[in-house]
């Protein structure tokens, strides 16, 4: 601002900033795998190999999902998301997912810290814990100390803090209390000194803390110079949950003396009684339930997740394989129409779809009808990867990589198919070309072997029998354009309702989707064949308006894919063309 001196009244102009309308990162999956480790029901980044077996473990051997991750990988996939599925409620006799477990004593046998594994699992059956008290510092009383007094005077204050337990100590006994404020070098106590403490003596202040060591085979975490109070800075139930990786602390209340309230000190004491919770895996553990924020498990745990587009099961299948809950086949299906309609509900996600294993070309096209969704896409048949076992996999960790490259290099309204499946050496199942025309007809995407030109993705389909909404890349590009708008266009709530807001909004929206034009997402040779922004009286008619709502029309032309190339050849003849002359 200019510098004003005379009085009066000043216009200065100012700009309002309106939030930019952009298209938010796609080809982001989140992948419900089996894991021995790692948080329940609370989605975690993934962004290499060794963040994943940091954080879950290593891979177990009946499950997909670590093949599926590193396959995301090899195919261009960046960032991901991980979410684990084990059962946590189950009838008596169920093994369901538990945290290891020990408790940590005081000087009378009473409990005073409960130790529990980050999360549930048997892993947390690996871990040791060691406390002991830190070597007692101690400083001289430089004042006499009366009977009944709440202060001492000492010659330094070196690591004493509000909380901190202390001892006041001299040839004749000692007076245990808790810091309850530092000033100067003049420590305030909560207990009253019972008899006069002599500098003379000499008179020392200890103050007493321990050190806790938490340890597996592989990690190691140590905390030093704790404290059992909750004022004090290095609380140990505050200290040690923000900071560990392995535990989880649960402090009880004290009782009695203040020297009893010292913790035993223990030498690798194990923690024990965890549970994985999978030997009963059923289809409810990975559809869940929704209570509410903060009680949501399963699938339903993702209904406020705006991080991720892309829904892949890979373990599904394994959980089918291995677990005697799964019975049948409508049992797979539950779960998967279950996650199609989560991602119809929020009109932002995709579910990457895997056939049963074993399945032949007539359990492909059965497999097909059993959805009818343009939130999904069902890929066919399974894959053999180049690194680990040998074995026949689920595909849609590798699609979902697929999918990634794509939006990352091209854009969402790129097709993911005609591109080479990295990381895999052949299919369960080699398709012929009228197999291949069978399951494209009935919206099954094939994975092709196409011989030097590398293993591809065949196909571009969802689940649906509309025809509107027969292209995968339609409605991924629709749900973006969507989301977008939406998230861009809420600085309009609450701005009055009138001409000036609806040209204003008009023209924003318009200029983004000319954007979205000129990299080729939408069609037409024109901007007006290509989309059109309807936002006037015709759209918000008195009545709207008086109700405190805005209508704008936008109509999209999204580019959809070349699916089918004809050439059409014919051979001339020399004696037709002369004939063709000759004629009047």
Known sequence: M????????????????????????????????????????????????????????????????????????ANGGEVCYVLRVARVKGAPGEEVACAALSVLKGRRGQALLTARAKNPGAWGDQLRLTLQESPEHFTLLTRDGKAGALEVQVESTYRLAQGALVCVRDPLGAHWARVRKLVDRVVHLDRPLPRGFSSFAPSKLYLHTFDLLVETQDERERFERLSLHRSHPRWVERIVNQQSRLIDLLSHSEEGALEDARPLNVEAQPLSGGADGLQHLGPEDFIGEDRGPGQRRGLMSLVEDTRFDL????????????????????????????AVSLCARSSNRFALLDMPPGGDLEEARRWRRHFDSPYAALYFPWIIPAIG????????????????????????????????????????????????????????????????????????????????????????????ISQAIEQGTQWVVFEPNSEALWKRLTRIIASFLMDLREQGMLSGQTPEEAFFVRCDHETNPPEDVERGMLTCDIGLAITRPVEFIIFRLSQRLEDQAQVEEELP
């Open 2 to 73: 200019a510098e004003i001196r005379s009085p009066g009244v000043y216009y200065e102009p100012t700009t309002q900033h309106v939030t930019e309308i952009r298209l938010d990162q796609t080809g982001v999956p989140v992948f419900l795998g089996i894991t021995l480790k790692g948080p329940l029901d609370t989605p975690q980044q993934i962004t290499n190999e060794a963040q994943l077996i940091q954080i879950f473990g290593e891979p177990t051997p009946q499950s997909y999902l670590h093949s599926s991750i590193k396959g995301f990988f």
């Open 311 to 338: 829904v892949v099961m890979p373990d599904l299948m394994a959980a089918f394989q291995h677990s005697a809950r799964f019975k049948t086949h409508k049992d797979l299906i539950a779960v998967q129409e279950a």
């Open 389 to 480: 076992p040998a074995r026949p996999m689920p595909p849609s960790g590798y699609i979902a990589g697929v999918f990634a490259r794509c939006d990352r290099q091209e854009g969402v309204h790129r097709a993911p198919a005609n591109q080479v499946i990295e990381g895999i050496v052949d299919f369960e199942v080699l398709l012929r070309d009228e197999d291949i025309g069978q399951l494209n007809a009935e919206g099954v995407n094939c994975l092709r072997h196409f011989g030097p030109r590398g293993l591809r993705v065949w196909g571009a389909r969802t689940c649906s029998g509309d025809h509107q909404w027969r292209y995968l890349n339609v409605r991924r590009t629709m749900s973006a």
